[in-house]
């Protein structure tokens, strides 16, 4: 009698773990079905949606796309997505220079633990306001993780600037510096 009743304790938990999984995995699966439809209609600027979007970022070389929120939503935080800096100059203003913070790693807010697949030259997209600019990567350098970010002037060049922690260590991390090529419509 103990060990069916052991028995059926371990059924009963498996089929609870088994149906929280699946619960939180639709879950996972619906946010980013919801997530992909706000970029999308961010990009084609659907006039009745209101996005809660400032910009959004495109890496093709990596098939990725995240919405970036402006600085006073309580959603810019490198926590739980990529982080709008507040020194940052939007690329319509003169001298304009974004920057970027996210993690790398293996955690699900690791939205830039594949920066370092990308070569000098390769392309990033920033949609703002109705203009697709897109840049191209320039250089990329490491510096010391200090919990303050001090990033050069980009001699007014229109820059886009990327940064992300170390892979190899907790001291540093990298920057991604990419330059306007060109900016259409979209």
Do not use: W
């Amino acid at each position: 009698m103990k060990k069916r009743l052991t028995n059926l304790t371990i059924v009963i938990t498996l089929i609870i773990i088994i149906f929280t999984t699946i619960i939180v995995n639709k879950n996972k699966i619906e946010a980013k079905q919801e997530e992909y439809k706000n970029i999308t209609n961010y990009i084609i600027k659907k006039p009745d949606v209101k996005s809660e979007y400032i910009a959004v970022i495109q890496i093709p070389k990596l098939n990725f796309q995240k919405g970036i929120y402006n600085f006073n939503s309580h959603k810019n935080n490198v926590d739980d997505n990529i982080m709008l800096i507040e020194q940052s100059i939007f690329p319509d203003q003169k001298n304009s220079n974004i920057i970027l913070a996210a993690h790398s790693g293996q955690s699900a807010v690791a939205y830039f633990n594949n920066l370092d697949k990308l070569e000098i030259e390769d392309n990033i997209i920033i949609y703002y306001k109705g203009i697709k600019y897109t840049y191209c990567l320039n250089k990329v350098y490491t510096i010391t993780k200090t919990g303050k970010l001090a990033i050069p002037k980009q001699n007014k060049i229109p820059t886009l600037t990327l940064v992300t922690c170390s892979k190899a260590n907790n001291t540093d991390q990298y920057v991604y510096i990419s330059y306007l090529k060109s900016q259409e419509i979209y």
